[in-house]
């Protein structure tokens, strides 16, 4: 049996705008999905979702996935099983961590040679025929690990604050709420170009903070565009009371991350703030997690 992993990812700037080509800065986080694969008389799946073969329905990315090495090697028969520490539809990038790590376990399963580029690459094509307008930022992040801007697909040192997640626990459709932003962008097109144009300078300035590791002016920065995700429509009462939550316990800064709508929140946590934030992330109605960034992209466990 080989089993591999892939990481989830925050967006410290640029969800949505990234789509139209503009710059993001996103980073691998230490909460992974294991893919375990062996040969097997017939193709099953197995998840929380269920059991199935291949099922565009209930496990669209993992049979997606098949199919695209099925015209490297000759997959007959194999048994996934998916176990995932990152929750399903909450921004933290799960459908990339399963397509990923399940593209690499079959990889090495049947000798394919895929580079890391091709496995990006190969993720990336899935991701857009399940969700439609992908950008290529949560399967590449997925594969290479560490803190990376995206489209210049440059690695930048590590974020050396701890990071607090808030999930309001309410899925987003990443599909839907792309959906929802195209629909307004095409409606108001001079209002909302430049709100995406703000986002990706956003990133752009911050490359050089992250090297000089001033979170302070990051933090400034990615509550700016809090503001600015809530302007085009992708936050929620929900995500609100926990950004709001976390800045007022000592984090530098509190944004959502991913599509929104529902899912996630992100702080980057100030000085012993830690524990205050993820207890006021609780007592909001939200659920913690504390969890750290991570130069670990796949990898064979
Ligand atoms: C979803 O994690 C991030 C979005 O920017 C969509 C994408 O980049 O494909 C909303």
Redesign the pocket.
């Known amino acids: 049996m080989i089993t591999c992993s892939a990481p989830g990812k925050v967006?410290l700037f640029?969800?949505?705008?990234?789509?139209y080509g503009e710059s993001?800065i996103c980073c691998a986080v230490e909460l992974r999905t294991k893919v375990h694969v062996e040969k097997s008389e017939s193709i099953i799946i197995e998840s929380t979702l269920g059991t199935t073969g291949i099922d565009h329905e209930t496990h669209p990315y993992v049979s997606y996935a098949i199919e695209k090495m099925q015209q490297l090697a000759n997959i007959e028969g194999v048994r996934i099983r998916i176990e995932s520490e990152l929750p399903v539809g909450s921004?933290l990038?799960s459908s990339a961590a399963v397509t990923v790590a399940t593209i690499k376990a079959l990889d090495i399963l049947y000798e394919c040679g895929l580079s890391l580029e091709d496995i990006a690459g190969k993720a990336h094509e899935i991701?857009r025929m399940v969700?439609g307008?992908?950008?290529p930022?949560?399967t590449y992040v997925s594969t290479m690990g560490g803190v990376v801007m995206i489209p210049q697909r440059k690695k930048l040192p590590l974020i050396e604050c701890p990071i607090v997640i808030g999930n309001t626990n309410r899925f987003s459709s990443?599909k839907e709420?792309?959906g929802n932003v195209a629909k307004l962008r095409s409606e108001f097109p001079e209002i909302i170009e430049p709100i995406l144009s703000d986002i990706g300078q956003m990133s752009l300035l911050a490359e050089k903070l992250v090297h000089e590791n001033d979170y302070e002016t990051i933090g400034k920065l990615m509550n700016v565009n809090q503001g600015l995700l809530d302007a085009i429509g992708v936050g929620s009462a929900e995500l609100s009371t926990l950004v709001y939550a976390a800045r007022n316990n000592g984090a530098i800064s509190a944004k959502i991350t991913?599509?929104?709508g529902g899912g996630c929140m992100v702080a980057l946590a100030g000085k012993d703030s830690t524990s205050a934030i993820a207890n006021a992330i609780e007592d909001a109605g939200g659920e913690a997690i504390i969890t750290k960034n991570t130069e670990e992209g796949v990898r064979l466990e």
């Open positions: 967006y640029g969800e949505h705008a990234v789509v993001a921004g990038g991701e969700q307008n992908a950008s930022t949560d990443t709420l792309v991913g599509a929104g």
